[in-house]
């Protein structure tokens, strides 16, 4: 006859013959018979080790880090997919980086997926170093703009042109973001393209800037600062954008999903449900209010699924 166990040591299953032990009758019987149930046992042994991989398996492939830099709508974006997949079972790491270090991630594999990037002008100089090395999605947002933005009541202000004559109205200063954003790479080059040599482009944040917009709107004082749609701050505030006759700010871009090589592979299910995802400006424009309002990013993205649920379903094949 043959017996055997199973051993439990540590979580960890090892399974083997504890030993065959053949009687005369046994001897006596066909050798094939031997040999069937040999190979039964090892059969069933080997379907239980494949089972248990198996399941590791799955539940490592429902994990993906989502990358994000600290712009609210790159926030929204980013906190709306974290949200659609936890749903969806899956386990998602956030990572606040900034878009060097984003980019750099997603190409050595480092980073599953962004939300954001915006082509073919905003962000060409990363594009041409990594268009070979990240898998770059479809577009999901269409028709961006970058630029100079004064509020309406300032009404002698109309034209990249007027910015100069009129410096001394808002301290010389253009109040921007980010040091190393794309949207700075360009104002730099807007002031030289139009000899705006008295003008300081001051190095902030999204936030510091918004501070500064508020401020001077509230107490209808003239300001001038850097920014872009889709934003929130459009909707809270007459604001206009600077005529840019020498289009140093390019035409508009559109925004599409990022991902690791590969990951089209590994996880096709939520590859496909990004593929699906389109949006237009009121869409946006309210998830970016919703997140921007909520006590935390993650309830904001959460209530607009919720509010926005059969537009949610549709990507998601449902």
């Known amino acids: 006859m043959i017996l055997g166990f199973v051993y439990h040591k540590k979580g960890k299953e090892e399974s083997w013959c504890k030993y065959i032990k053949r009687s005369k009758t046994t001897m006596k019987k066909p050798f094939f018979i031997l040999s069937l149930i040999l190979t039964l046992f090892l059969a069933a042994c080997g379907n239980g080790n494949n089972n ?7 539940e490592q492939n429902k994990k993906v880090s989502m990358a994000m830099m600290s712009w609210i709508d790159n926030i929204s ?24 270090a984003m980019w750099t991630g997603l190409s050595r594999g480092d980073i599953d997926l962004s939300s954001q990037a915006w082509l073919p002008l905003s962000d060409q100089s990363l594009y041409q170093e990594y268009q070979d090395t990240i898998d770059f999605g479809e577009t999901w947002y269409e028709g961006t703009k970058l630029g100079l933005v004064v509020p309406e009541y300032m009404t002698d202000m109309n034209s990249i042109e007027d910015l100069s004559a009129q410096a001394d ?21 807007t002031i030289e393209r139009y000899g705006l040599t008295n003008l300081n482009l001051v190095e902030s944040s999204e936030a510091a800037m918004l501070t500064e917009l508020k401020k001077a709107y509230d107490a209808e004082q003239p300001v001038v600062v850097t920014l872009w749609n889709p ?18 700010y390019g035409d508009p871009d559109n925004i599409q999903f990022m991902a690791r090589q590969g990951f089209s592979e590994d996880h096709p299910e939520v590859y496909e449900w990004m593929t699906n995802w389109e949006m237009n400006d009121d869409q946006l424009g309210s998830l970016i209010k919703e997140v921007e309002n909520a006590s935390s990013h993650q309830e904001g993205a959460q209530q607009w699924v919720e509010n926005n649920r059969e537009l949610v379903d549709g990507w998601l094949n449902k």
């Open 77 to 100: 974006t980013a906190y709306l997919w974290k949200e659609i997949l936890e749903q969806e079972g899956y386990e998602v790491e956030m990572l606040e980086l900034d878009k060097a």
């Open 169 to 189: 109205t808002f301290n010389s200063e253009i109040v921007g973001i980010d040091p190393g954003s794309s949207l700075m790479e360009l104002t730099s080059q």
């Open 231 to 248: 934003h929130w701050i459009f909707a809270e505030m007459d604001l206009k954008y600077l005529e840019d006759p020498e289009n140093t």
């Open 52 to 58: 248990e991989g198996s399941g590791e398996g799955e």
